[in-house]
């Protein structure tokens, strides 16, 4: 039993370390020899015979080798994942401390190699006379450049786009294409600047003094005038009519003047760089970056503080109605990029801390925030041209205005989308990120890799939710200004009986919550299946949902069924004023399985679609009212039929109604004699939803016709005979008894009134 013990104990030692092994590591031969360091490794391709025969030549020391080997290397593989964790942490709180604290330890170092490096490039410009030789060569190499400028903007002075004539209605593109022109002659004038400096520079300038002169022109001289040039064609300081953010002038002229010493400090501190590398002073020992950068933070910082108004001011742009969350947005613009600088600021302490002074070389922070900075000019430039270049409103009225206006806002909100993620790319362009710089930097290329396929596939899912969103209210809204149906102004508490809307406005909003909620649960399937996550459950989740329903909620699928069918064959719309089984009211809703009746007393139907069996449409095409008037015996009808001619004849020309009338109002004739006189009926065809005005103003018309041809309306009478009583006159107990008596027989014979439902 004992061997047996030890055959299966060894045999399964051997098997798990053989699952343990890599490829690599599989280099033990079946005839068992071992490699040359001793410890025996194991193949992955061993099969039970194999196994077998291995056992029966390895001791128990060589098992337990192979399995201490297998544990040491998984052991080290798991505290190298650790230490990479755990020291991303230490250089994030830690390390990011200690890159503060080491500038302050070594400032004294800082002036100390710093004024070597003065000395060295005095030095080596030849002393004092040096430096006056130097500060000569300047004049004359960047009055060159000056002359060459003033040349330029003379010879192009009738290049220049004049200005229209009413400032005050420009349209975008005209201050657009005068904006550009002037920022191109102004870069255009920098660069011949830089340009011809450079050139006479290397033909007269020694070579001593040659590289300084190089770095003096473009990062102090060209750079914060082309800043300065692109501030100008922002904020137009002195011509606010061409401002292109929303700012006052006063803010406009400030933020153009700090933007130039920006663009100066940042030149300086590029330029201040790279004359310590020529002169042999490392970026990472003395941590002038620091300093540097610790400045720019805090005039930044200060500068956003300062002029928070203005910041929310250019992001909420020159519309006069925004949406409550632009306001929020605009109202937390320059708090969040007070974060942001802060946080860039602790990011390059955390590079600082790697030693990984090359990354900062292409001084990505400072690009970032600068792209942060003009955040709210890209948002301005979005609306504005959304504003003047989104088609222009199709037909009129609210209907077409709220669809504008929501066609609008879905063009703003993809073009910050769009803008947003170039921005983001841009910005880890800087910083030298891709998936595989992550991968590479131990994040793990799955990880990362997946990362970014989920923000792309939950932005493309955006985009697409937006355009289907977009096209689809955009259809819907031509369907109802075509139509005349607007759903949010209908008469409420009215008669009801209108036409409705389209059977396209109809039907589009289904198509578009089914479009939409298919939108989202594929991409996010996609997204989630695309970090990891196993989508396969939620699938079958859902088939098992669907297969429930479909054997526990039969009358579900009956309702959705006849509800499409219902809609196929066009039976109702949105709008019209149906009768269900008694039940009457305005089609007011339709979902997947039900409709809403909103009656025009108020009350509210819900129907579901298989409880309809047939339905009676009241606002299909034309309607026919018949109003009935019951006038005396002696009437002549023929009289009241020129009478209702008449009033026929002039409705037709009225304003108001002449366009809802389909066959104007007419006498049909005297339909019937009751026991109160004859019963005369007119009619009149119109569009659907107008016969209940048109009906009020036939009667008051009517009344008044009759009244002006002396005619009256029949009314129910009750006469008494009384038998002859002589000259005897009644007495005032005889009067009421049969007052009382005649009221009693009227309230008998009287037919219900008042208990029409419509």
Not at 168 to 174: P, V
Request: with cysteine; net charge neutral; glycine share 8%.
């Amino acid at each position: 039993m004992s061997l047996i013990y030890r055959m299966i104990t060894v045999c399964a030692l051997a098997l798990a370390c053989a699952a343990l092994t890599t490829p690599a590591q599989a280099q033990i031969s079946l005839s068992g020899s071992a490699p040359a360091t001793g410890t025996p490794s194991l193949p992955d391709d061993m099969t039970t015979e194999d196994a077998n025969a291995l056992i029966s030549r390895l001791s128990d020391a060589d098992v337990r080798a192979i399995l201490l080997d297998r544990l040491e290397t998984q052991a080290a593989a798991q505290q190298k994942d650790d230490t990479g964790v755990s020291d991303f942490f230490y250089h994030a709180t830690t390390g990011a401390v200690q890159s503060i604290i080491t500038p302050i330890q070594r400032l004294p170092l800082l002036f100390e190699r710093q004024g070597a490096a003065f000395a060295l490039f005095y030095e080596r410009i030849g002393a004092f006379s040096g430096l006056l030789i130097m500060l000569a060569y300047m004049v004359v190499v960047f009055g060159a450049g000056a002359l060459a400028e003033i040349a330029f903007r003379r010879s192009t002075r009738n290049w220049r786009i004049l200005p229209p004539a009413d400032p005050d209605n420009m349209q975008l593109r005209e201050v657009i294409q005068l904006l550009v022109q002037r920022l191109t002659t102004q870069v255009v004038a920098v660069v011949i600047f830089v340009l011809v400096s450079m050139a006479v520079g290397r033909t007269i300038l020694p070579d001593n003094i040659l590289p300084i002169v190089g770095l003096i022109g473009p990062f102090l001289i060209g750079f914060p005038r082309f800043m300065l040039a692109i501030a100008f064609f922002l904020f137009a300081p002195m011509n606010p009519e061409y401002r292109l953010l929303n700012v006052d002038t006063k803010s406009a002229k400030a933020l153009c003047f700090h933007q130039f010493w920006i663009a100066f400090l940042l030149g300086f501190s590029a330029a201040i760089m790279a004359f310590n590398d020529m002169h042999g002073l490392p970026r990472g020992e003395t941590r002038l970056g620091f300093w540097l950068n610790l400045g720019m933070q805090i005039y930044i910082l200060t500068l956003f503080w300062r002029y928070r108004a203005a910041g929310q001011s250019m992001m909420r742009g020159f519309e006069p109605e925004i949406t409550p969350t632009e306001a929020r947005v605009a109202q937390a613009y320059p708090y969040f990029v007070m974060v942001i600088i802060f946080a860039v600021w602790w990011v390059i302490n955390i590079v600082v801390s790697y030693e990984n002074f090359a990354l900062l070389t292409t001084q990505p922070h400072y690009k970032t925030m600068i792209l942060l900075m003009f955040a709210p000019a890209m948002d301005t430039v979005i609306r504005g041209l959304v504003r003047h270049l989104s088609p222009p409103m199709t037909g009129e009225g609210a209907v077409a205005e709220r669809a504008y206006l929501s066609a609008k806002r879905s063009y703003v909100r993809i073009g910050r989308v769009v803008v947003f993620g170039i921005v983001i790319l841009t910005i880890a362009g800087f910083w030298g990120m891709s998936a595989e710089n992550i991968a590479s930097a131990g994040v793990g290329p799955k990880l990362a890799a997946s990362l970014i396929e989920f923000l792309i596939i939950m932005s493309i899912g955006y985009l697409l939710y937006e355009v289907v969103s977009l096209y689809i209210n955009r259809k819907l809204a031509a369907e109802q200004t075509a139509s005349g149906f607007d759903p949010d102004s209908q008469e409420v508490g009215g008669d009801g009986g209108g036409a409705g809307g389209s059977r396209l406005s109809t039907v589009l909003p289904l198509i578009l919550g089914v479009a939409q909620a298919t939108i989202v649960v594929v991409f996010l399937l996609l997204g989630l299946s695309n970090v990891g996550v196993d989508t396969t459950p939620l699938l079958a989740g859902a088939g098992i949902v669907g297969l429930a329903i479909g054997f526990g909620a039969q009358k579900l699928v009956t309702d959705v069924v006849s509800g499409i069918f219902f809609l196929v064959d066009d039976a109702f719309r949105n709008g019209e004023y149906v009768e269900v089984e008694g039940t009457m009211g305005t089609v007011e809703k339709i979902s997947i399985r039900s409709m809403q009746l909103r009656h025009h007393k108020g009350p509210v139907h819900t129907i579901p679609y298989g409880e309809i069996p047939k339905i009676t449409n009241f606002s299909r095409d034309w309607v026919i009212m018949k109003l009935r008037f019951t006038v005396p015996f002696d009437s002549d009808p023929n009289k009241i039929k020129k009478i209702f001619k008449k009033i026929g004849q002039d409705m037709l020309v009225m304003d108001e109604f002449k366009e809802d009338f389909l066959a104007p109002f007419k006498s049909q004739g005297v339909l019937e004699i009751d026991d109160v006189g004859m019963v005369i009926r007119g009619k009149f065809m119109c569009k659907p939803g107008t016969q209940f005005m048109i009906r009020k103003e036939i009667f008051n018309r009517v009344n008044t016709a009759f009244a002006e041809n002396g005619m009256e309306f029949a009314r129910r009478e009750v006469r008494v005979a009384l038998p002859s009583m002589g000259d005897q006159a009644l007495t005032a107990e005889d009067k009421a008894a049969i007052s009382a008596a005649a009221t009693q027989a009227a309230q008998e014979v009287a037919p219900d009134a008042g208990k029409d439902g419509r």
